[in-house]
Nanobody, 115 residues
Framework: QVHLVESGGGSVQAGGSLRLSCAAS???????TSWYRQVPGKEREFVSG???????NYADSVKGRFTISQDIAANTVYLQMNSLEPEDTAMYYC??????????WGQGTQVTVSS
């Protein structure tokens, strides 16, 4: 079992920045780690992902503003969010797909961007 803990959410004004962290409780062979976000009444949507080699993917809505990175030694994945917009307001979740193809989710961290 792997426990994921997200942190770094909060309330900021439009144009501000936040850095989210997703820390795993122990080392796990991670095939892919993703950030998703969800607002009430809507489906959870993909934001960004990174694989073991460091290759990254981004949703079109965040390209050029968000940067995903990882510290494998620290079992942590980060999401640097710049130029935040009110539309970025959501609960942000991280998800790990292990090399054994198990999926683990964190409990989420709230991001609120005011105009």
């Amino acid at each position: 079992q792997v426990h994921l803990v997200e942190s770094g959410g909060g309330s900021v004004q439009a144009g501000g920045s936040l850095r989210l962290s997703c820390a795993a409780s122990r080392y796990t062979c991670s095939r892919y780690t993703s950030w998703y976000r969800q607002v009430p009444g809507k489906e959870r949507e993909f934001v960004s992902g990174i694989d073991r080699s460091g290759s990254t993917n981004y949703a079109d809505s965040v390209k050029g503003r968000f940067t995903i990175s990882q510290d494998i030694a620290a079992n942590t994945v980060y999401l640097q969010m710049n130029s935040l917009e009110p539309e970025d307001t959501a609960m942000y979740y991280c998800e790990i797909r292990t090399c054994s193809l198990f999926d683990y989710w964190g409990q989420g961290t709230q991001v609120t961007v005011s105009s």
